[in-house]
C-alpha cells in the first residue's frame, strides 16, 4: 500500500489542514494536499508550506512538502 508522508511524522497534529479560501485566515479546513509513497523510504522531513508574501496567497489551498530518503 502507499503511506502518507505527512501523517507518518504528525499523526497527532490537530494542524495539519490545507484548504483556505484565498486568505489564509482562520484555522485552515480539510485536508486536500498530500505525498503517498511506497517501497523503502523513511521519511526525514515533511511540513505544510504556508509561505506568503503580505496578503497575497499563492493558491487556495497550503502545499504539502516532504524529504524522504531511500532506505
Do not use: M
Not at 502507499?2 to 485536508?31: E, I, M, V
Not at 526525514?44 to 504556508?50: F, G, H, Q, V, Y
Amino acid at each position: 500500500g502507499y503511506t502518507n508522508a505527512f501523517l507518518s511524522l504528525h499523526q497527532a497534529s490537530q494542524d495539519r489542514g490545507t484548504f483556505h479560501p484565498w486568505n489564509g485566515k482562520g484555522k485552515p479546513t480539510g485536508t486536500i494536499d498530500h505525498i503517498f509513497y511506497q517501497g523503502d523510504f523513511s521519511v526525514k522531513k515533511s511540513w505544510i508550506e504556508r509561505h506568503h508574501e503580505g496578503t497575497k496567497w499563492p493558491s487556495d489551498h497550503f502545499p504539502v512538502a516532504a524529504i524522504l530518503k531511500d532506505s
